[in-house]
């Protein structure tokens, strides 16, 4: 029964693990279409620029410059606390891959006790895969390490949320949180400052998470109604973001915070290394188990995982 318990647990943490490090890098449904050259001349001169019209700027260039080195940071009440590090690359589909370690929180404890805090998340266009370890391999994978998560599984199980997710992480990139203030019409320039030895410009808004999610998503009317309620349920309402850009309208910091039903979540995420060359293949089929074939067997406990939150 033990095992049992410890079993759903993971892969509900697994979920929640690779999808939370994922969207911490942000996600974008905007064209690729058009010239890069041009906006980054007008990024030079951003400082003489509204803030509307330099974050457009900035969501151009960094959705077109491909791919980027990504570490980030995120903390949920007393739920989580983990760190995120690898590559992305989102020129024809998210792909990827990105170390996600547990640091704190009731989520690390549980990871413990399946045998590792620190799992491999591998991103690609239809699916993401998470490499879980021995131990839980043995006792739960049928020697398997790899678990499959397709997106479409996760639209079904997440219901509204889980579409919402699905529909975001097919059109990843790291521009979301310039997307995000761009819809809100929420936002300042701070200032210049340095981060990480180079010289950014800083903007600041507040967005009203389900009103955005309205504009920026695919989602049917009642998908939206349904979303809306889950975001009530969870306690999400608004998120605070902040960006920093340098002078090639390359987004450089991001974090975002939001009070939740399960304690305050705070994100701050690091892009450099843009246009780093990035691959992703699935693993081996034969070391590989699907996530749809592991709760026909025996389930998983889960709540809100487009959402931020777990159950």
Not at 73 to 86: E, I
Not at 117 to 127: C, F, G, I, V
Request: net charge neutral.
């Amino acid at each position: 029964m033990k095992s049992t318990t410890v079993r759903r647990a993971t892969l509900s943490i697994a979920v929640v693990a690779a999808l939370t490090g994922v969207a911490a890098c942000g996600s974008s449904d905007s064209d690729k279409g058009g010239d890069k050259g041009g906006d980054k001349a007008a990024g030079k001169g951003a400082i003489h620029l509204s803030p509307i019209a330099a974050l457009r700027s900035v969501e151009k260039s960094t959705d077109q410059a491909d791919s980027a080195k990504v570490r980030s940071t995120t903390s949920l009440g007393d739920l989580m606390s983990m760190t995120a590090n690898g590559a992305l690359t989102w020129n024809d589909g998210l792909k990827g891959n990105l170390t996600i370690t547990y640091t704190g929180g009731k989520m690390a404890e549980l990871m413990k006790k399946a045998g590792t805090q620190s799992m491999e998340a591998r991103y690609l266009p239809d699916a993401y895969y998470a490499h879980m370890s021995e131990t839980y391999a043995q006792q739960a994978g049928g020697g398997k390490h790899w678990i499959k998560y397709s997106y479409d599984d996760l639209a079904k199980l997440g219901g509204a949320s889980g579409s919402y997710m699905k529909d975001q992480l097919q059109n990843a990139t790291p521009n979301q949180s310039v997307k995000m203030l761009l819809a809100s019409g929420d936002v300042k320039k701070v200032g210049e400052e340095k981060v990480s030895g180079v010289q950014t410009t800083h903007y600041s808004g507040k967005v009203d998470v389900a009103t955005l999610a309205d504009k920026t998503s695919n989602l049917g009317a009642d998908q939206m109604a349904a979303l809306k309620k889950q975001l009530s349920q969870a306690g999400i309402t608004t998120e605070t973001i902040d960006i920093w850009v340098n002078d090639q309208d390359l987004l450089i910091k991001k974090t975002e915070k939001a009070d939740t039903a399960n304690g305050t979540l705070n994100n701050t995420t690091f892009y450099s290394d843009y246009g780093v060359k990035v691959t992703a293949e699935a693993p081996p089929a034969g070391d590989t188990k699907d996530f749809a074939e592991m709760m026909k067997s025996g389930g998983m406990a889960t709540g809100g995982t487009g959402t931020g939150t777990a159950s």
